[in-house]
């Protein structure tokens, strides 16, 4: 199976910073099959991004996701109060699909 | 609009089983795969299966084969996850999700849409 690496394992920003998240695949993700939630404590986690680059439907267009092969990234341009969250990454090209660790993006 | 609705939190003794179900309303339940992903306390989304009801057949993450069993039930809409031999490792939510598009094998999807999740403690 593919594992997935997010790093860094938390970022610390203040609110209207850019926030850079990676994700890394041991082996190609194939169709850029590869999406982005975001989570925050006590909820189910958020659809953010598919497709690598797909916004999901109501996401603010300060989310963007960009990269393929094994090499994936999250961009929040300018860091809003409820952005501070986990977020994760998921590949669905084979099975099973699977997570990343997660990176958490708390308030410095 | 796609809804999952999952039972209660559930507290069971080390070596039985649970039985978590997850009804959907808002769409066609049929084609669409559901999956089951797991999260311990602290910790990432674990997925654990997944079912296409329309086919019956689940298919199953290799850590979870033999333990987990994933059904569906077309006439209620309402798909199910059972686990057995548990043990205090398996503390954590677990969660239903289905994606947005018909699929051929479960958990080859993103989810766009998730349950609010069942807390199930395994605890002497």
């Known amino acids: 199976e593919i594992v997935l690496t997010q790093s860094p394992g938390t970022l610390s920003l203040s609110p209207g910073e850019r926030a850079t998240l990676s994700c890394r695949a041991s082996?190609?993700?194939?169709?850029?099959?590869l999406a982005w939630y975001q989570q925050k404590p006590g909820q189910a986690p958020r659809l953010l991004i598919y497709g690598a680059s797909s916004r999901a439907t109501g996401i603010p267009d300060r989310f963007s996701g960009s990269g393929s092969g094994t090499d994936f990234t999250l961009t929040i341009s300018r860091l809003e109060p409820e952005d501070f969250a986990v977020y994760y990454c998921q590949q669905y090209g084979s099975s099973p699909g699977t997570f990343g660790g997660g990176t958490k993006v708390e308030i410095k | 609009q796609v809804q999952l609705v999952q039972s209660g939190a559930e507290v069971k003794k080390p070596g039985s089983s649970v039985k978590v179900s997850c009804k959907a309303s808002g769409g066609t339940f049929s084609s669409y795969a559901i999956s089951w992903v797991r999260q311990a306390p602290g910790q990432g989304l674990e997925w654990m299966g997944g079912i296409i009801p329309i086919f019956g057949t689940a298919n199953y993450a290799q850590k979870f084969q033999g333990r987990v069993t994933i059904t569906a039930d077309e006439s209620t809409s309402t798909a199910y996850m059972e686990l057995s031999s548990l043990r205090s490792e398996d503390t954590a939510v677990y969660y239903c999700?289905?994606?947005?598009?018909?699929?051929?094998?479960?958990?080859?999807?993103?989810?766009?849409?998730w349950g609010q999740g069942t807390l199930v403690t395994v605890s002497s």
């Open positions: 999700a289905r994606g947005d598009a018909p699929i051929a094998v479960a958990g080859t999807e993103y989810f766009q849409h």
């Open positions: 082996q190609s993700v194939s169709s850029s099959y």
